[in-house]
Nanobody, 126 residues
Framework: QVQLVESGGGSVQAGGSLRLSCAAS????????MGWFRRAPGKEREFVAAISWSGGRTYYADSVKGRFTISRNNAANTVYLQMNSLKPEDTAVYYCAADRPPASASVYSPGVYDYWGQGTQVTVSS
């Protein structure tokens, strides 16, 4: 069974940091593009960050650029999202997703991803 399991969410004060992990199982994800999305209460799911299968290319939403860093460890079938300088507006459920090869034209669209995790809550208080 293919699974993506997120962890590392929690509650922090503004300015704090969290590191999210997404552990993949059930198949090898080393050739998949991986992405992070989030959904805040009352809002639609939005793109946060993505990384190519090799890790050589990364992509970020403007709202998190310079604060968040996406990375991956293919040997461990895991992708990470380091979140620094967190703001209350970062509060959301964060989801990781996998895009099977061949790589899709746009990493920003949730529709191109084939697998999704169940999400992990991140709450940032002011």
């Amino acid at each position: 069974q293919v699974q993506l399991v997120e962890s590392g969410g929690g509650s922090v004060q503004a300015g704090g940091s969290l590191r999210l992990s997404c552990a993949a199982s059930g198949r090898t994800f080393s050739r998949d593009g991986m992405g992070w999305f989030r959904r805040a209460p009352g809002k639609e799911r939005e793109f946060v960050a993505a990384i190519s299968w090799s890790g050589g290319r990364t992509y970020y939403a403007d709202s998190v650029k310079g604060r968040f860093t996406i990375s991956r460890n293919n040997a461990a079938n895991t992708v990470y999202l380091q979140m620094n300088s967190l703001k209350p507006e970062d509060t959301a459920v964060y989801y990781c997703a996998a895009d099977r090869p061949p790589a899709s034209a746009s990493v920003y669209s949730p529709g191109v991803y084939d697998y999704w995790g169940q999400g992990t809550q991140v709450t940032v208080s002011s």
